[in-house]
């Protein structure tokens, strides 16, 4: 951005002169100009990108895992034992969901805040929190597991997701470990390590318990989110309700709440008090909370039924199915046959 003579009137104490150079501006208006400059400068320096699954693999350098060089919205999981060899990883957000196991010393940078780990730690990656790693020691070593939402197949409950740091911005991503803890958790990394190796028919779906094992062992670990209690009390009944919706079982049992304002109406507040609430509690809009929870059951009824896309788009309070389409394109790159074939194939 340069700057470059220009003519300009100024009112002031209502009288009007003509500027025809920035040196000429008023101190207080050439502050503001030089301040104006150079925000846009460190706001262009300071862009925060999103690193996808294929962007990880490579800045690792790891070899790509076939699934990913599909553009389909493919199911991904893996684990691995960390080999830290930067002193920090990139500061960006993420496509991915993460947890690592860290054994060492190291900072957690998140959101402004360093957070220091001391001897070892777990660290729930949350994909919109931009962060990064640094190590503070020489000894580094741990695991970590990274998956995408497709992997995850609606296996946990809107309520566990406000409880963990994975799913909820607003829960500290960093939770430290003593000896027995962190050997727990090396357990459970090493038994889906050894699922992910085998040919065992079931693998994913036991590497799924296990993932959410982990994930509830740290909410267990971390204790109870803090908040008022009537705010807290509202947040347990908004996904009480929510809950009571899903799973679907029959296209004749369609769902009855749809928007935010259904559910507040529901729970007898206003909706923006609601939404005021769960934004606060969640770092997510009560639509945004709904529309995933629909998604996810309709992947589930996909995979799982053998209801056409119709059926479940009326189902899921779609009134055409062209509707439904779009919808759910939208949200996971693919169109609904496509996911199902995918999956079949996979299968």
Known sequence: MALGVFNRTIFEGGEAYIVNHWSFLPTYQLCLLICLIFDLYNNQAMQ?????????????????????LSKANVSHFNVKERICLTKQTPYNRRDYYKISLIIGDGIHKAADKDIPIENGGIIFYN????????????????YYCLFNDTFLLNTIRQDIRYQ???????????????????????????????LLASQYLYKYDTIRSLLQMMILEGIRLQGPVQQDNSNDRLIARFFGVLNLQFPVDSPENPLRFLTPAAYADQLHVHVNYLNNVVKKATGKTTREIIHERIV???????????WDA?????????????????YFKQNTRTTPLLFREHWRQVS
Do not use: C
């Open 48 to 68: 925060i990108g999103t690193e996808t699954l294929p962007e990880f693999y490579q800045r690792t350098h790891q070899q790509m895992p076939a699934e990913l």
């Open 127 to 142: 994909p919109a929190v931009p962060s990064a790693y640094q190590k503070m020691s020489d000894l580094q070593s741990g």
């Open 164 to 194: 963990s740091a994975l799913f909820n911005p607003a829960v500290p991503a960093v939770i430290p470990l003593n000896a027995g803890q962190s050997d727990r958790f090396v357990h459970m990394y090493r038994e889906m390590e050894a």
């Open 296 to 306: 996810e059951e309709a992947k589930t009824l996909l995979l799982h039924t053998d």
């Open 310 to 326: 119709a059926q479940i788009a009326y189902t899921l309070g779609f009134e055409y199915p062209s509707h439904f389409n779009k």
